[in-house]
């Protein structure tokens, strides 16, 4: 483990998914270990290969694979972590959450862990703005998950607006700001 802690890196179904790859990296400089999470989802946006050559480990995909040696995974990676990380996070991600759908490895982890877990949105404008994804957010936000982002800028859709991914700096920071 790397001297500052291991951020768990949680990489969902968006186009914005290729941004993990420059948080794990500056993650890892700034002294983090990281580990990821690629949902079925995410994985049809970047590499499992991509992940591992940038977090430096093994790549978490499925809770049900076959591990070398027995480990409920889920658990293991839960324990394991300083903080949680989603980035990038869907609507679905983050309502499944908020709703206490725990599904897939990620929700798993994240239900598991006592770790703090930051959350950075990526979506559709319209998407952000709906009235059920607001208060997903705010469910989360008032049982002590953070936010980070959006911003507006230019979008999947062509369009400019609110659902994109907050800059890989300030997701950093707010990392860093979350484990003190």
């Given at each position: 483990?790397?001297?500052?802690?291991?951020?768990?890196i949680g990489v969902?179904?968006?186009?914005?998914?290729?941004?993990?790859?420059?948080?794990?990296?500056?993650?890892?400089?700034?002294?983090?270990?990281?580990?990821?999470?690629?949902?079925?989802?995410?994985?049809?946006?970047?590499?499992?290969?991509?992940?591992?050559?940038?977090?430096?480990?093994?790549v978490m995909t499925?809770?049900?694979?076959?591990?070398?040696?027995?480990?409920?995974?889920?658990?293991?990676?839960?324990?394991?972590?300083?903080?949680?990380?989603?980035?990038?996070?869907?609507?679905?991600?983050?309502?499944?959450?908020?709703?206490?759908?725990?599904?897939?490895?990620?929700?798993?982890?994240?239900?598991?862990?006592?770790?703090?877990?930051?959350?950075?949105?990526?979506m559709n404008d319209?998407?952000?703005?709906?009235?059920?994804?607001?208060?997903?957010?705010?469910?989360?936000?008032?049982?002590?998950?953070?936010?980070?982002?959006?911003?507006?800028?230019?979008?999947?859709?062509?369009?400019?607006?609110?659902?994109?991914?907050?800059?890989?700096?300030?997701?950093?920071?707010?990392?860093?700001?979350?484990?003190?």
């Amino acid at each position: 483990m790397a001297k500052r802690g291991t951020v768990v890196i949680g990489v969902t179904g968006s186009i914005a998914a290729y941004r993990a790859c420059d948080i794990a990296s500056a993650l890892r400089k700034d002294g983090f270990s990281t580990q990821a999470i690629l949902t079925a989802d995410g994985s049809r946006f970047i590499t499992e290969v991509t992940l591992r050559t940038l977090t430096g480990n093994r790549v978490m995909t499925d809770m049900f694979g076959s591990p070398e040696e027995w480990d409920p995974m889920h658990v293991s990676l839960a324990d394991s972590a300083s903080c949680v990380l989603i980035a990038p996070a869907t609507a679905n991600i983050i309502g499944k959450i908020a709703s206490g759908i725990f599904d897939d490895l990620l929700t798993c982890v994240v239900a598991a862990t006592k770790a703090p877990v930051v959350i950075a949105p990526a979506m559709n404008d319209n998407m952000y703005a709906n009235g059920f994804v607001q208060g997903n957010i705010a469910r989360l936000k008032k049982a002590g998950y953070m936010f980070v982002g959006p911003e507006k800028g230019r979008l999947a859709c062509g369009r400019s607006g609110m659902g994109h991914i907050a800059a890989t700096a300030d997701i950093v920071s707010a990392v860093k700001r979350t484990l003190g």
